[in-house]
């Protein structure tokens, strides 16, 4: 029944009531293994282009009994399955069959829910194969002509979209131009923002010391903050010393590996829009090195003394920042 190359059920830690696809399901190996592990509560769908590999894998499911699994016939570059409705994607010696990877681990990403994972077993190859064997429609059958190097798989799955990719294992090294891999990589949960609350002041103060930011005020402000939490996690904030009509802007902040993903962009627009409802008209803040960045929201440079005297009094004025910081200001 199987022609895979790894086991991506067993390292996908499946739990009860999660929905798996399985890319180019075969006979349904893969598809069954995971509907045990996922329980009546949950469901497992193969995607496979061949009509007679769905007809297979159906007499399978009738033969076996087995309830909670579907198999749909498409392409896994067109994947039959809605955005953002899927826990889980598995395939097994499938991807490198598709000339186009980046459309596949593309189409992954749009089907799984934020927080998603994908755990696939496929062939990669040494380096960059010779011609004679990338072009030779038997070895590519065989799942061996299509195989990308290591690092060029694992890049276009990241280029996809999926911020963490991880080989889990390799095996058959010893053999010739090609082994297999298990790789997983996770869909990242979009961060929400929100008014920070008392037990986020320890990992704020945490992410602004990493980040050699000032941390002094922070506590008696905190209730002017907001952060931005994925999976639990602090991994943003931005605060705001609030002044009456002249506020300052302060401590934004992005973990490191949160970067690069407009989070800074949505934490101050975050933070604009509560110093506006707060009654702020004129807003300030100190900079060392984001001067470009908050000029994209109309914020100008000043000269420090042109301050308003409130901000001028307030903590991060009087004890932080040093001269080469610049002093910007904002109407709102
Ligand atoms: C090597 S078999 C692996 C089957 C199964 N995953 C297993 O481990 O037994 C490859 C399967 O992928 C399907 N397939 C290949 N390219 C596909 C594509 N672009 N879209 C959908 N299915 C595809 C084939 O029809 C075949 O059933």
Same mark, same amino acid.
């Given at each position: 029944m199987g022609l895979g190359c790894g086991n991506p059920v067993r390292l996908a830690e499946l739990r009860e009531g999660e929905t798996v696809v399985d890319l180019g399901s075969g006979g349904g190996i893969d598809v069954f293994l995971a509907a045990r592990e996922v329980g009546a509560s949950g469901r497992v769908i193969g995607v496979d282009m061949t009509p007679e590999m769905l007809t297979r894998a159906r007499q399978n499911a009738e033969?076996?009994?087995?309830?909670?699994?579907?198999? &749909?016939?498409?392409?896994?570059? +067109?994947?039959? #399955?809605?955005?953002?409705?899927?826990?889980? %994607?598995?395939?097994?010696?499938?991807?490198?069959?598709?000339?186009?990877?980046?459309?596949?681990? &593309?189409? +992954?990403?749009?089907?799984?829910?934020?927080?998603? &994972?994908?755990?696939?077993?496929?062939?990669?190859?040494? =380096?960059?194969?010779?011609?004679? %064997? !990338? /072009?030779?429609?038997? #070895?590519?059958?065989?799942?061996?002509? =299509? +195989?990308?190097?290591?690092? /060029?798989?694992?890049?276009? %799955? &990241?280029?996809? =979209?999926?911020?963490?990719?991880?080989?889990?294992?390799?095996?058959?090294?010893?053999? =010739?131009?090609?082994?297999?891999?298990?790789?997983?990589? #996770?869909? !990242?949960?979009?961060?929400?923002?929100?008014? !920070? +609350?008392?037990?986020?002041?320890?990992?704020?103060?945490?992410?602004?010391?990493?980040?050699?930011?000032?941390?002094?005020g922070v506590a008696e402000h905190f209730q002017n903050f907001l952060v931005a939490r994925e999976g639990g996690r602090v991994v943003g904030a931005v605060g705001l010393e609030l002044y009456g009509p002249s506020s300052l802007f302060r401590s934004l902040v992005v973990g490191p590996e949160y970067r690069g993903r407009a989070l800074g962009r949505a934490l101050t627009e975050g933070m604009l829009e509560h110093a506006r409802r707060a009654g702020v008209r004129r807003l300030f803040l100190l900079t060392e090195t984001a001067g470009e960045f908050f000029a994209t929201f109309g914020f100008k440079r000043i000269r420090r003394e042109e301050a308003d005297p409130e901000v001028q009094q307030s903590v991060e004025f009087r004890t932080a920042c040093c001269a080469s910081a610049v002093t910007m200001r904002l109407d709102l």
């Open positions: 033969r076996l009994g087995v309830e909670n699994v579907e198999f &749909r016939q498409g392409l896994i570059e +067109a994947l039959p #399955l809605a955005d953002s409705s899927v826990d889980v %994607i598995l395939s097994n010696c499938v991807i490198n069959l598709a000339p186009d990877k980046g459309a596949v681990f &593309r189409e +992954a990403f749009r089907i799984l829910k934020p927080g998603g &994972r994908l755990v696939v077993s496929d062939m990669v190859a040494r =380096g960059k194969l010779p011609r004679d %064997i !990338a /072009e030779n429609p038997e #070895l590519w059958a065989s799942c061996i002509g =299509g +195989a990308l190097p290591e690092q /060029e798989y694992l890049e276009s %799955i &990241r280029k996809a =979209g999926f911020p963490s990719v991880d080989v889990l294992t390799r095996e058959g090294l010893e053999l =010739g131009h090609v082994y297999s891999v298990t790789v997983r990589a #996770l869909k !990242a949960e979009r961060p929400t923002i929100k008014k !920070a +609350a008392t037990e986020d002041l320890e990992p704020v103060l945490k992410l602004l010391a990493e980040a050699s930011l000032p941390t002094d």
